[in-house]
């Protein structure tokens, strides 16, 4: 008979329900179950501890199950992929923290996080670099229907060139949008470029009550660069870039 372990997803009030139709990772997925000590739930299912980990459909059903119970309730992400032997580690955990996870959740209560992530579009980006600097201008010109063979010095100077203003109008995109929000946030925690074009990538933690504020200006943000950057506004989700997951099962 295969072994088996318990898949954590997180930590919530004891008085969380799971709903009937939330599913966990795993083929088939898991039920999920919500283990109680004290004040405290962890949100568990059950795995094959010989089952591999890390699909993407176990990592949407992770994500899912978290931003799902966040919308209704404080949560505390556990690192993916936590899987403990069974429901006695469970509460040893919840137990060994039960303070310190409490009084983590209350921080979390009615609170939720918003990424909200920019790409710059290529086209409009170089074209503005191009039209504002007329070194890069001349590169271009250099460079333009020349084999990359007889032009790669000039290529790898405007490469370079466009790579630093990119970098620099990142660094002004993001403490704009920082400073439009802050109003609206009750934290926020800057996230590293997920690809050079990026020009935003912040996450905030943000009360229910100023959701709809928050919404509206980052939709006003992103109208006012429509035509520069290509914006993508990510929640409500669980608080995954305020909770050291790592700690909670350290």
Known sequence: MAETGLFIYGIVPSDVEPTSDAVGVGDPPGEIVA??????????????????MGRPADLTA????????????????????????????????????????AAALEEF???????????????????EILAANPSAAALAEQVRGRPEAESREQRIRLGEMIGQVVELSREAENRELIDALTPYAV????RQPS???DAVNVAFLV????????????????EQRRDLIRMRLLGPLAPYDFVDADQLVG
Not at 35 to 51: N, P
Request: aromatic share 8%; proline share 5%; net charge negative.
């Open 35 to 52: 283990i109680r000590h004290g004040e405290l739930a962890a949100l568990a299912s059950e795995v094959g501890l010989e089952e591999p």
């Open 62 to 101: 992770y994500q899912m199950l978290l931003d799902g119970t966040a919308a209704v309730a404080p949560v505390l992400p556990v690192r993916f992929g936590t899987v403990v032997t069974g429901p006695d580690a469970v509460e040893d955990l919840l137990g060994a923290h039960h303070d310190r996870f």
């Open 109 to 127: 209560e009615d609170r939720v996080q918003y990424t909200v992530h920019g790409r710059f579009d290529e086209q409009a980006v170089i074209s």
């Open 187 to 190: 934290v926020h925690a800057p």
């Open 195 to 197: 690809h050079e074009l």
């Open 207 to 222: 009360r229910t009550d100023h959701e709809d504020d928050f919404v509206r200006v980052v939709e006003d943000f992103a």
